[in-house]
């Protein structure tokens, strides 16, 4: 808005589009991120003005969406979210292939979500891209789309305009990462706690993942990272957490990659830069404070490892989510 203006900035605007057989799920995802209010943010509203399609029927008639915009709302939109469809293989209509260029086109921000990946394509958007899609079907993609940089055992892809995600559950991940972006990590961090969900797996992690049903006893790795989330901030290596869980690191290193898809040095390194970046949106203006109580070590460390993880410098990242624009984390 113009310098001194009294209005309000407009909402940012994501449409979903919802066409025959989508995915219940992904749409509401995508509802449930972007466009439903955030209580536990103290906001009355949702952080986005959220669009979804016309009314249609979906996952072979199992799920009906009424009462909502029709295709023209795509024209509108900041970011356009596609859903995965069942058919995937089957061609999308002309109309549906013709709002994602003119989106694309625009400089709307164009996420895919599991097999939507197939419509992106379709369009055009993806040749000489990275993208990702549900493991299932990554062979199938490749020979349809042989021009796609296809990354098929991660969770999500974030080409900057274009954003893919791999299974429905990878939704969830690419959404809250959108949210994290735009938001900053506190209120990431807060939409997660609502939703029951781990506030940050990287889009790097494998999304097919291993995890039998143990015999005898739970091997889960989740009091381990519980209690390492609660020292971040001392000088814990991954030896430290071989020993708290009474097994030599290359075991540890078999059950990270068996149950969380990463090594336990890239978990423990992105929870550091997380918890780094929620207090430097809590106004810690001390870079050595903050890698020093984060565990990333030193100024020079911190600024490597969110510019690596965000894109920004730790003070970009300060303009960008500055102090009171989230809910207060206990470090």
Known sequence: MPQGSSQPPRAHRVAVIVDEGTNPFEVGVATELFGLPRPELGRPGPLYECTPG?????????????????????????TLVVPGR????????????????????????????????????????????????????????RELHPKVL?????????EGDILTAAGSAAALDLGLHVV????????????????????????????????????????????????????LGEPLTVADLAARAAMSPATLHRRFRAQLGTTPLAWLTGERVALACRLIERGEER???????SGLGTAASLRVQVRRVTGLSPSAYRRRFPAGGGEAVTA
């Open 54 to 78: 016309p009314e249609v029927r979906m996952n072979h008639g199992f799920f009906t969406l009424t009462g909502a915009a029709g295709l023209e709302a795509v024209d509108g939109a900041d």
């Open 86 to 141: 069942p058919d995937n293989v089957v061609p999308r209509g002309a109309a549906v292939l013709a709002a994602i260029r003119r989106a694309h086109a625009r400089g709307a921000r164009v996420m895919s979500l599991c097999t939507g990946s197939f419509a992106l394509a379709e369009a055009g958007l993806l040749d000489g891209r990275r993208a990702t899609t549900h493991w299932m079907w990554a062979e199938t993609f």
């Open 150 to 158: 296809l990354e098929p055992d991660v969770l999500f892809v974030d």
């Open 180 to 231: 994290r972006r735009d938001h900053g990590a506190e209120v990431a961090n807060a939409v997660s706690r609502r939703l029951v969900f781990a506030a940050h797996r990287s889009g790097g992690q494998r999304q097919f993942v291993e995890r039998p049903v143990p015999d005898v006893r739970d091997e889960s790795l989740a009091p381990l990272l519980a209690w390492a989330q609660e020292r």
């Open 287 to 293: 870079l050595d404070v903050v890698a020093a109580r």
